[in-house]
């Protein structure tokens, strides 16, 4: 039996635990409003490392006078942290919008991808109050986290579940199986006919826009026509962001800290790998001038960041919007430094505003060459000719504004002379390349729903299996152009040399841009690599090379495939094997 004084001791002890308790909570009432949600997460650390009792935190606060909404941008599934922070653009012109029309709204932002923040603190904040809506905006590799967060609102909330952005609007049928309603395309008005439809109790299935189930069957309502006038939506709702400093991508060329605008919404292009011929229609808009050097303004104001990058598609299409853009920078006084996106074709057709762009402070442009072979910027309708990005770059380096290119790896109808062609472009230019690019370029990736994806077990190997796997950091498709090549050595070289150039691509070039490899997956590379060069025969191709390598080492398959086509690449890029039968280089 317990003694009378132990009891006394073990109450004592718990009255004290008591009031300690509801002191905290007492405090956590009165400011929990002004607290970031990863300000929770450690204090949630502190008390409860040991029980994981998140009850603490789930207060349930309510209010008559305003509706609640809570967007959510999830984190993405494979090593979050390595990513560069995204601006969560889509959810933060939503909620400027809103606050436009609506007096009596409450929107909070929970950015889980940019504080790479885990599922728990999600979960606190779902339950932490009575959401009317909340609201999940998502691509493809983002897409697992929001359906589990969803799946857990429906279990613990009566909250209507909103999902947009690119995957759930490509996909409907399959985010609908954890949403009630997808916005389709633009959202800003469709979230505004919704969430005045909840406030008044109404029913909102008739909503331009919009998808959802009807006994259990896909309804794809007709779409809404895209907003007209671009300027009546207001900036980006800045004041929803808790940690600004969190988005850390430094700007090109300067360094520190930037922000992004948007001049135009929309690509007339038809690229088989992009999505935006089904987000857009291939039409573009654009905002007026004033409106975005205001927007520069309000920024470097508000915040004293000095640096821009443009999100547009093709910043240069449009010679007069540049012109009238400069401007507009000059009579605001702006000192400030930018960088957009173009194509080398627009910059040679408008080379002549190149000095007045640099004048008004942009002092890089970024190109979107993707492959270094007419040839295979054809099979990708990328539409445009190796001859334009070097006159694209002439151009810029006589106005004093540096070339910035981005590329990509294993394209359609790239071979083994693909890379040496790559290499040798790159080595012309001096190497600019945008630091997320590296050397390696973006995995070629055959995104949900494109031509790409429609085509890519026909004209190659695919490796995406799963939602995680749609990122540009980790393999994800090899054409057969590349597999079927035969590979041909130019040079002799010993097995150290060998070892020798497969580590310095390894530690340089593959890990500086794929993010999935474990340590081992690293040592497996350098032994396939050996293998690999002491396997070229001129009779087998790359892929049956990667076969035999698969049955000597005893490695998957896939895995073999995937090693050994990078070796290739490796070998290909110094000059040390081309494609036999193919015209070698001087």
Request: hydrophobic letters at 40%; a neutral charge.
């Amino acid at each position: 039996m317990v003694g009378l004084g132990t009891m006394k001791s073990n109450i004592s002890r718990l009255l004290k635990k008591i009031i300690e308790i509801s002191f905290v909570r007492y405090v956590y009432q009165k400011i929990s409003c002004h607290l970031p949600a990863k300000f929770i997460f450690h204090l949630r650390n502190l008390y409860f490392t040991k029980q994981n009792d998140y009850s603490f935190f789930v207060i349930k606060k309510t209010s008559n006078k305003k509706h609640n909404l809570l967007l959510i941008q999830p984190p993405i599934s494979i090593r979050n942290h390595l990513h560069k922070k995204i601006f969560p653009m889509g959810l933060l012109y939503i909620s400027g919008y809103l606050k436009k029309h609506f007096d009596d709204i409450n929107i909070e932002l929970l950015d889980m991808q940019a504080l790479d923040l885990p599922l728990d603190i999600a979960r606190a904040k779902i339950t932490e109050k009575k959401w009317d809506a909340i609201g999940f905006s998502f691509f493809t590799a983002q897409a697992d986290e929001a359906y589990q967060l969803s799946d857990f609102t429906r279990r613990h909330q009566k909250s209507l579940i909103v999902h947009g952005g690119v995957h759930p609007m490509l996909l409907p049928d399959e985010a609908l199986d954890y949403a009630d309603v997808v916005v389709c395309h633009e959202g800003e008005e469709t979230m505004l006919e919704l969430m005045a439809k909840l406030k008044n109790g109404q029913d909102f299935h008739g909503i331009e826009g919009i998808a959802y189930r009807h006994n259990g069957e896909l309804v794809g309502n007709p779409p809404r026509a895209f907003i007209k006038d671009l300027d009546s939506i207001p900036f980006p709702d800045w004041d929803l962001l808790e940690y600004l400093e969190q988005y850390d991508a430094p700007m090109h060329i300067v360094g520190g800290p930037r922000m992004p605008i948007f001049g135009s919404r929309g690509c007339p292009f038809n690229c088989t790998f992009c999505s935006s011929p089904m987000i857009w229609k291939r039409r573009l808009r654009w905002r007026k001038p004033a409106q975005v050097a205001l927007e520069m303004k309000t920024i470097k104001d508000k915040f004293g960041i000095n640096n821009i990058h443009f999100w547009d598609d093709n910043l240069m299409i449009k010679s007069d919007f540049i012109e009238n853009l400069c401007q507009e920078i000059f009579a605001l006084g702006l000192d400030m430094s930018w960088v957009g996106l173009t194509r080398a074709s627009h910059i040679v057709k408008h080379r002549d505003l190149l000095p007045l762009m640099k004048e008004a402070g942009c002092i890089g442009i970024e190109i979107g060459v993707e492959s270094f072979s007419d040839a295979v910027a054809e099979q990708v309708e990328k539409g445009e000719e190796t001859t334009a990005m070097l006159q694209a770059t002439e151009h810029m380096e006589k106005a004093g504004i540096t070339p910035l290119y981005t590329h990509m790896l294993f394209n359609p109808g790239e071979t083994i002379d693909s890379y040496r062609q790559k290499y040798e472009f790159i080595l012309k230019v001096g190497r600019r390349l945008l630091h997320s690019d590296a050397e390696l370029g973006q995995l070629a990736t055959p995104h949900r729903t494109t031509v790409f994806e429609q085509e890519a077990h026909e004209i190659g190997k695919t490796f995406c299996t799963e939602n995680k796997h749609y990122i540009h950091h980790r393999v994800n498709f090899i054409p057969y152009s590349f597999l079927e090549d035969v590979p041909h050595k130019l040079v002799v070289k010993s097995q150290r040399q060998v070892r020798k150039k497969a580590e310095d691509f390894l530690y340089n070039v593959i890990l500086a841009y794929i993010i999935d490899w474990e340590k081992s997956d690293a040592r497996l590379f350098l032994k396939v690599s050996d293998e690999f060069w002491k396997r070229i025969d001129e009779r087998k191709n790359v892929g049956q090379v990667g076969e035999i390598i698969g049955a000597v080492l005893d490695i998957d398959m896939d895995k073999a495939c995937i090693l050994t086509s990078l070796a290739a690449v490796c070998y290909g890029r110094e000059k040390w094997i081309q494609s036999k039968g193919g015209k070698g280089y001087s």
